[in-house]
């Protein structure tokens, strides 16, 4: 025989046999951290529990996380048998017609069975579940944390070690440590960082006490600041036992996040200042060009808004599980596509094309039926709007029920990352990116078109634009449906951020005249000035004064700003204002 | 026929026909009762239900035989008026119920503005209140029962949850009206005795339906970055959704910072789409999700009635009750439980006279689909109260229960 052959077979069966033996020390292990936990649940004396609890801290087995999750919810139950014998039981998450599922016992993961070998069926409220206590459910709740720090997903990952780092309990820096080694997100490697610096902070030794605060320092961590305020506001009231070096090195580190902070909260400011002058904006702008550019004082521009809103609720609906509504009391069903995910996110970029489209179209209507008629007479035309919009939020409270309706964010709008702390919103981002993109998409209109052109001509001159063969009705037509469809874009938009209801027209309609008439009437680029304005302005107030004398201030502010200058900030010379 | 004969008389005798009326309700024994919630306006949307729920439970009293009161049996009269969301006209439909229609008692108000408006006329004309909304307290009039959580059952027992489970700071978030501000007082004063410093307690006020909520997030996002952070919020109706969407962006969770909101109940989740709102907290006397033998019954019959609304026995005609997605809440099962317990007490009592009523009204008991409640003599209940979590599917799951917690309207007498 081959020697090399027999060597080879030597090594794996050797192998094997390593395998082997520490597949069954595994096991072994596992079914002795299941054994400490049916203990602890059933144990009388409450430290014995925690302590119990606590010899879990290595292990990795799934049940004993599901029953430890399980026992602090109160859905791990207590079984007493005619022994007294009392046995430690999970129910099983399937459950059949009755209600009814299988126990698993906890000692040894097997199902419960009768005597005649069937597997025995429970239901939950006939079971006692095994009690707890806020310090056990904390307790557990660690342990818990201390699992999830293997769990795939890097935020919950990050969370469990945020958490755990603020225990400042150095049991767990050996954890910590373990996890660093293996961790490759950079942003639970960042937490992990700074819960073993926080840890470490509370250590007896100035020798690893200073190095680690002034490690927080470096990683400007804002988690920490809270730790080290309180921690020198007790080394100062002891200096002589925890040396002037600590101190120092805290003042020095609390300097350095606050500073951290503070440019994050400016550029926050700054930014949240952005996205409210654009939303305001957002609304505003159809405005501008149906009461700026052509006179019309619509009230109903809210409610055109509210139509690109539900418009963007009806793409919603088709794209995903379908839509079921009532106009005028006849039942509409729309299928829906049934998408998931990448597919279902689509729809918002439908619903912002197609709520122009709707807006429009009402737009359209509304001209033709009624303003056409009141371009002479503004009172008359503001009573006729002010009618519309009663008449539209009924059929908006008919067709989709008086209450709101929820339209979901696309994934790429929701969440957010952070500045400095401050968090900086993805539909945020994307609000004021599409206000710069349509007034752009206005300015360009406005000015490159030959819709634009005429427009602009009937504006300033209606009689004279008719003269040269302008064709002024159906400029007033045009104009007006575009006004409209920017309205209902800007209701689509504000669904992401706001409420979706009948009287979702009615919140934005002052908003909407205000930042109109402050920027000055028939002057877009003063409406975007004004919204710029009132949004900064309120956003720098709100965290001085609160939410409410905030707005009180920048409405008084923008009255005394009227007196000063009724014609708003840009005055526009044009004759068919003056008419 | 009847129909046209009576339009005959209508026209003819108009004398006769009243006289007639008078008669044909006379002969049927009935008591009428007020039910006194706007039925237009901003309050509709949460006080229809409560209207649909009062009338349910007449209907439930009347198939039951009535209420025996001098060897006769009552059927109850539903006079139902609505005071469209407008304060002092709360005040004069409260004084044409007393007055004109000669109720026995008006069940009715959601807002405690509403409350204080009609509060003055059931005292002038010694009427009888029953109030089902939870609210502020400091308040205690001889001729109203509050059915209604007071802080002490609302706002203290979450507020000793969050304080048991570690949280050491508190943000607590309102809307700018009464209820937020004197329950805030109240939650602060008591934040103070169990140590908690000022500096760890934030108290922030925004406009009714503010949808702008960057600033407030941002600096709870700030607030809670220590750790061992919650918000309690009194945020009213539909702000609830901007708020909650921010937080969630925001990347905070119920497991960083929970949010504990006193204003939703299941009935407002209707309108809040529920999604964000997942895994924060409520606390209120009752949960739709309670499984208890009367609550499952409670919840059966109700989900009947609103598809064939009546109230047996009477000539009423019940309209619009929406019969699709409807829920049970606490202020609705306290409104059943106030029309229970003034049925028993005039029983007990043999009158429908207020002064007797009232008298037998303390110390009542209702077994009511969350436990046993007892009207004590300071016009509050003693109640169970129960903390959930918000599910994604509107409901709450509960997660700690305080039992037998006695009402008591006086933030001085809990916050020794």
């Known amino acids: 025989m081959d020697m090399a052959f027999l060597l080879r077979r030597i090594v794996i069966f050797l192998i094997a046999a390593v395998i082997l033996s520490s597949l069954f020390a595994r096991g072994q292990d596992t079914n002795e951290f299941r054994r400490i936990l049916a203990a602890a649940v059933i144990a009388d004396d409450g430290d014995a529990q925690l302590e119990g609890i606590k010899q879990l801290i290595n292990s990795s087995d799934e049940l004993v996380a599901r029953a430890l999750a399980a026992w602090r919810l109160g859905e791990l139950y207590v079984l007493t048998t005619g022994a007294d014998e009392k046995i430690p039981i999970l129910l099983d998450s399937r459950l059949d017609e009755e209600g009814r599922a299988r126990a698993i016992r906890i000692r040894d993961g097997e199902y419960l069975k009768g005597e005649t070998g069937e597997e025995k069926l429970f239901l939950a409220s006939d079971l006692t579940p095994a009690d707890t206590t806020s310090r056990l459910r904390r307790t557990i709740k660690t342990m818990l944390d201390l699992y999830a720090m ?22 767990y820096l050996p954890h910590f440590e373990a996890r660093q080694k293996i961790e490759t997100d950079p942003e639970v490697k960042r937490a992990l960082n700074e819960a073993i610096q926080l840890t470490r902070m509370a250590d007896e030794s100035a ?36 040396g002037q070096e600590t101190i120092q090195a805290l003042t020095a580190s609390i300097v350095k996040i606050e500073n951290h902070i503070w440019w994050g909260n400016v550029v926050g400011t700054v930014f949240r200042g952005f996205s409210l002058a654009s939303v305001l904006l957002i609304a505003a702008l159809g405005l501008a060009i149906t009461f700026g550019l052509m006179g019309v004082i619509n009230m109903a521009h809210g409610e055109v808004m509210a139509v690109g809103s539900y418009t963007a609720f009806m793409v919603q609906g088709i794209f995903g599980t379908g839509l079921m509504f009532s106009l005028f009391g006849n039942p509409i069903r729309i299928k829906g596509f049934g998408l998931t995910g990448t597919g279902f996110d689509a729809y918002f970029v439908v619903a912002l094309m197609a709520s122009f489209i709707m807006a429009a179209l009402v737009g359209l209507l509304l001209e033709r039926g009624i303003i056409r008629f009141l371009y002479k007479r503004p009172l008359e035309s503001l009573l006729a709007t002010w009618g519309v919009s009663l008449v539209l939020q009924q059929i908006f409270r008919h067709t989709f029920g008086a209450a709101n309706v929820q339209v979901d964010s696309p994934s790429f709008l929701s969440g957010s990352f952070t500045f400095n702390g401050s968090p900086i919103g993805f539909n945020r981002i994307f609000v004021i990116s599409f206000a710069l993109f349509i007034v752009y998409g206005t300015y360009l209109l406005l000015t490159k078109t030959s819709l634009g052109l005429q427009i602009r001509a009937v504006m300033q001159n209606r009689n004279m634009a008719s003269c040269v063969g302008v064709r002024t009705d159906r400029v007033n037509m045009m104009t007006f449906a575009l006004g409209s469809g920017l309205a209902g874009m800007a209701g689509c938009c504000l669904s992401q951020i706001a409420n979706v209801g009948p009287s979702l027209g009615q919140s934005y ?38 939410a409410v004398l905030g707005k009180i201030i920048v409405l008084g502010a923008i009255i005394l700003f009227l007196q000063w200058r009724p014609a708003g900030i840009f005055v526009t010379k044009s004759r068919s204002l003056e008419g | 026929m009847k129909k046209t004969s009576l339009s005959l008389l209508k026209k003819l005798f108009p004398v006769a026909l009243a006289t007639s009326l008078t008669f044909s309700a006379a002969a049927a024994d009935t008591v009428k009762v007020g039910v006194l919630h706007s039925l237009s306006g901003t309050m509709a949307i949460s006080e229809t239900s409560l209207k649909d729920v009062l009338l349910f439970t007449f209907d439930e009293i009347n198939k039951g035989g009535g209420i025996k009161v001098g060897g006769k049996n009552y059927l109850i009269e539903p006079v139902v008026v609505d005071p469209a969301s407008d304060w002092p006209l709360f005040a004069e439909k409260a004084e044409q119920l007393l007055v004109k229609d000669k109720v026995a ?16 006329v059931v005292e002038r004309n010694n009427g009888l209140l029953f109030y089902p909304v939870q609210y502020e307290g400091e308040e205690l009039s001889q001729n109203i029962f509050y059915t209604a959580e007071a802080v002490n059952q609302q706002a203290i027992p979450p507020v000793d949850y969050m304080l048991a489970e570690g949280k050491k700071k508190f943000y607590l978030l309102g809307s700018d009206y009464v209820y937020p501000r004197t329950t805030n007082k109240i939650l602060k004063q008591y934040l103070k005795m169990k140590g908690i410093p000022d500096s ?23 607030f809670a970055a220590g750790g061992k952070a919650c918000v309690i919020s009194t945020l009213n109706g539909d702000t609830n959704i901007p708020f909650f969407k921010e937080f969630a962006n925001a990347g905070l969770t119920s497991e ?62 019940v309209t619009g009750v929406d019969p699709k ?92």
């Open chain 1, 150 to 171: 293997a769990n795939p997903m890097p935020r919950m990952r990050r969370d469990a070690v945020v958490k755990l780092g603020q225990e400042q309990n150095p049991d």
């Open chain 1, 207 to 242: 020798a690893v006490r200073n190095p680690a605060i002034i490690a927080l320092g470096e990683l400007n961590s804002i988690n920490s600041l809270h730790f080290l305020k309180q921690f020198r506001t007790t080394a100062t009231n002891d200096p002589a036992k925890y």
């Open chain 1, 509 to 546: 309609i002052v908003d909407c005249f205000m930042i109109v008439v402050l920027g000055g009437v028939g002057n877009i680029v003063g409406t975007v000035t004004a919204s710029m304005g009132v949004g900064m302005t309120n956003q720098i107030l709100e965290p001085w004064l609160g």
């Open chain 2, 105 to 120: 008692v008006i069940f009715g108000c959601w807002t405690s503005v509403s409350r204080k408006f009609v509060l003055p």
């Open chain 2, 200 to 222: 760890d307690i934030v108290e922030i006020y925004t406009p009714f339906g503010h949808q702008d909520y960057q600033t407030i997030v941002a600096a709870i996002k700030a």
């Open chain 2, 256 to 317: 960083n910072c929970p949010v504990v909101s006193f204003s939703i109940s299941e009935d407002e989740f209707r309108g809040l789409p529920a999604k964000e709102l997942a895994g924060h907290l409520g606390c209120w006397t009752y949960f739709m999700s309670l499984k208890t033998p009367e609550n499952d019954k409670f919840v059966k019959d109700f989900l009947a009635w609103v598809k064939d609304p009546k109230v047996t026995g009477v000539d009423f005609k």
């Open chain 2, 325 to 416: 997605g409807r829920v049970t809440c606490s202020p609705m099962n306290l409104s059943r439980i106030g029309v229970n317990l003034w049925k028993q007490a005039a029983e007990k009592a043999d009158s429908f006279e207020v002064d007797k009523v009232r008298a037998a009204l303390i110390g009542q008991k209702f077994k009511g689909p969350a436990g046993e409640v007892t009207m004590q003599e300071n016009h509050h209940l003693v109640n169970n109260v129960f903390i959930g979590e918000t599910l994604p599917s509107g409901q709450f799951k509960v997660i700690k229960t305080f039992n037998a917690v006695a009402g008591e309207p006086f933030s001085e007498k809990f916050l020794k």
